[in-house]
C-alpha cells in the first residue's frame, strides 16, 4: 500500500453544490512526510449534475454508478482506493485543520488501533458552529465499548460515524458499508468496534453541516418502523462479530 489516505465520498445531485468547499478543506490539511492523500468522489448515480462541482486537481478520482444509496457509492469507491487508510468525508461537511494528520499519527503510532474517530460540530446555515455533550474522553476506545453506549442511549452512538478514519483492510475485510437506505455508517462504526480497539480524538475533526436538503433530515430517516428495522441489523451484526472471536489485529 502506498503512503496515501484514500477520502471517500458519497455525493448525489442536491449536495454536488457543496463539493469544492469540502475540496478547500482537504487542501488545507498538512500531511507528515510523503503521505499524501487521494480524493475518490462517486456519485450515487449517474446524472449531469455532480461533474460541474468536481474540482480540476488531479489528486482527485470521479466516479459514477448505479443508484443504491450512500453505503453503495462508498463501497464502490473503496475499488479506487488504493492506500492504507481511507476517511470518509461526505459531500456537504468540512474537515477541520489537522484532521488527517491526527487520525494519521494515532494509527500509526498503534498497530492494535483498527480505526480513528473525532469529535465533529454541526455547521449551521449562518456558518456558526455548535456541539454536542457526551463525546468521549480523548483515548483508546475498547473493544464492544460504542454498542453498549449506543443501546443505552436510544441507538444514538456518543461517536459520530461521519468522522471515520480506518485501515483500508480492516474495512474491507468487515465488507465496506452496510446494506441499508439510513444508518450505514453507524452499522460500520458498531462493526469495526466489535472487532477492535479504535481512538477518539476531543479535538474537533468534522464541520457537520445541517441544511434542508440533507438525507438525514428527510421524513423517511425517521419512520418509526424503518428506524426499528435498520437497528435491529445493525446490532445484530455488532454483536455477531463481537461473539465470532474474530480479532483486529489477528493473534499470532
Known sequence: ???RIVVVTAVHAPSAPFLPEAHASLCAQELPGDWEWHWVIQEDGTTDAVTPYVPDDPRVTFRQGRPGGPGVARTMALA??????????????RLTP???ARDLAALEGDRTLGW???RALDLLPDSSTVG???????GP????????FWAANDFRAQIHPATLFVRRDLLIALGGWMALP???DTGLLLALNAVSRGWFTAEAGLLYRKWEGQVTGQAPHVDPAERTARMTVVEERARALGTFGWRYPAAG
Open 98 to 100: 489537522g484532521a488527517l
Open 132 to 138: 454536542f455533550p457526551g463525546d468521549p474522553a480523548e
Open 1 to 3: 500500500m502506498s503512503r
Open 80 to 93: 479506487h482506493a488504493d492506500g492504507a487508510y481511507v476517511r470518509i468525508l461526505d459531500a456537504d461537511d
Open 116 to 118: 480513528a474517530a473525532s
Open 182 to 184: 439510513a444508518s450505514e
Open 141 to 148: 476506545v475498547e473493544r464492544g465499548a460504542v454498542l453498549d
